[in-house]
């Protein structure tokens, strides 16, 4: 029986539904900040009491909730979770063959200023890192290289946060992005224009940035050509990949760009002073063991390899071969329960209209697929078995399970909220209460996603829908507030209590999560700041500079 959205609900009342309907939001901020359960039972959680509110609010038939909490689910499961699950596989082999540790040692020997082992490795190679991984590993893994050079635990673990922003929308693989496009319909190439130009113009800042919070201003002039080298570089490769290719490479193939301009770059210039912490001892002391060019090129290979592959399936060729010539996809036209149920209501649009729900999912051309392949391929050249893979691939599952149930709820949970009408009534009511304000406020809903949840991912599920429809109703181009919800939430990462938890682990500092939150605040608020004054010049200055999307319908 069709089912039409009622936005109004509750006596009426936009503003009275919308604070009702809300509190789900409310409660995984409870879930996640106050009572600090774990992100799946929290997910979980919020996506059960999301149906009730459903079904008991707007009257929602339960079978329609369901159906609407699955498909989200499943396409939270296929392609997203088979992105990062891949993703993870592939770094996993690297580390499994011990090819990581010479990844490792192969950067960490260029210089004895700490301020360039900053740059080469929080900035440069945490990218890579969240190109190819994310998940925490970034942080956690930089972290712990700065720790074995011989940075003093702290000043490890909050230059990592700082430093590991420009590569979040675009890692693992793009999922970030490719989520906000799922959720909003906005074509991921649109988004990633519009991300890939605001993460260019952060990447100029950061280096010179991370390097202040490290030195001050005063001794990270010193180092100023460096800065602008590693920044430079990678907002000029991420900015042209993202414009021309799309979300899965631009942090991958940016950041292997900025770590080669720069280690060419010192090779030739270094600070006139050699700046170490105080009592440093080991700063002049080779930092890695030396290896042959040889060795240096079979360790990097995994991630050369996935860059060709990448580049493979993103051709046109390649993709209408395996969908139109021989349709290898999986495909529902029409999902069960839920396609010509839920009709839209004004004023979304004009008069009722379907709300068409369907399932896609182009399994051999998916990001996820080509990582997987490149991880086959490497197992090759790097010698593991089979045998070996698969329980390499095994434990990556086992690391991953509980991060692949929080990512489905909260995908789940997102769905729902726009089949339901959540996402439209909360979008109207922010419409109402913020008006022409509203660009202030949509990067500071993403970066208050990203500290519930610690994830952009999952920042975009929930706030996606809402950020397009308040910018549809107040004339703004979707894709200024869509593209702002991840920009600002990448400012999150450095507050979120799960990223600070990853980075106490990495650095033996569990229990002083309090004191990185103190040092990472301030400049949290520093760059939301500069976020925001970006997202104005956008929406009244230069709307021009950001591509559009089609308006809601």
Not at 73 to 88: N, R, S
Not at 296 to 320: D, E, H, Q, R
Request: proline content about 6%.
């Amino acid at each position: 029986m069709p089912w039409n959205q009622n936005y109004v609900a509750l006596r009426g009342s936009l503003l009275l539904t919308a604070l009702v309907v809300a509190i789900p939001i409310f409660f995984l901020f409870w879930a996640l900040a106050v009572k600090r359960m774990k992100g799946h039972v929290a997910g979980v959680l919020t996506l059960i009491l999301t149906i009730a509110i459903s079904v008991l609010v707007y009257r929602m038939p339960l079978s329609a909730a369901l159906s609407a909490s699955v498909l989200g689910m499943v396409t939270g499961l296929f392609p997203i979770g088979w992105i990062i699950l891949t993703a993870v596989f592939l770094f996993n082999l690297t580390v499994e063959s011990g090819q990581f540790e010479v990844i490792k040692g192969s950067i960490s020997s260029l210089s004895p200023d700490r301020r360039i082992q900053a740059l080469l490795i929080a900035f440069s190679f945490s990218a890579f890192m969240e190109g190819v991984a994310g998940q925490g590993a970034p942080v956690a893994v930089a972290a712990a290289m700065l720790i074995g050079l011989g940075f003093p635990a702290l000043p490890a673990a909050v230059i990592c946060l700082v430093a590991n922003t420009p590569p979040v929308p675009f890692g693992p693989v793009g999922v970030p992005t490719i989520m906000m496009s799922t959720v909003t319909g906005i074509p991921a190439t649109t988004m990633a224009r519009a991300v890939g130009l605001d993460m260019a113009f952060m990447a100029l800042i950061i280096p010179f940035f991370m390097v202040v919070v490290m030195v001050g201003f005063k001794r990270a002039k010193e180092v100023l050509p460096a800065a602008l080298v590693a920044g430079l570089s990678y907002a000029a490769a991420s900015f042209v990949v993202s414009t021309y290719f799309g979300p899965e490479l631009p942090a991958i193939t940016a950041s292997v760009v900025s770590l080669v301009c720069l280690v060419l770059f010192i090779r030739v210039w270094q600070p006139k002073t050699v700046w170490t912490f105080e009592g440093d001892q080991a700063a002049g002391q080779a930092a890695g063991t030396k290896h042959s060019a040889g060795q240096v090129f079979k360790a990097w290979s995994p991630f050369l390899i996935l860059m060709v592959v990448m580049g493979i399936w993103g051709t046109p060729f390649f993709k209408n071969y395996a969908e139109k010539t021989h349709h290898w996809f999986l495909a529902v036209p029409k999902w069960p329960g839920l396609d010509g149920v839920v009709f839209k209501a004004a004023p979304i649009v004009a008069k009722p209209t379907a709300y068409a729900a369907s399932y896609k999912w182009q399994w051999l051309t998916a990001p996820g697929t080509a990582m997987f392949i490149s991880a086959l391929i490497s197992m090759g050249v790097l010698g593991i078995s089979p045998a070996t893979g698969g329980g390499v691939f095994l434990k990556t599952f086992k690391q991953l399970r509980f991060a692949l149930i929080t990512l489905s709820s909260v995908i789940g949970l997102g769905f729902l909220a726009n089949y339901s009408g959540m996402s439209f009534t909360l979008g109207l009511a922010f419409a109402v209460l913020t008006g022409m304000a509203f660009p202030v406020f949509s990067p500071v809903i993403g970066l208050l996603g990203v500290f519930l949840t610690g994830s952009v991912t999952s920042s975009a599920a929930l706030f996606g829908k809402l950020q397009q429809v308040t910018a549809t109703h107040l004339g703004f181009n979707p894709v200024l507030t869509t593209s702002a919800n991840l920009f600002g939430g990448v400012m999150g990462k450095l507050i979120s209590p799960q990223s600070i938890a990853v980075a106490c682990a990495a650095v033996g500092l569990v229990g002083r999560e309090t004191d990185i939150f103190r040092k990472t605040l301030k400049s949290s608020m520093i760059l939301l700041g500069i976020v925001v004054i970006v997202v104005l010049l956008q929406a009244f200055a230069i709307p021009w500079i950001l591509p559009t999307a089609p308006v809601v319908s």
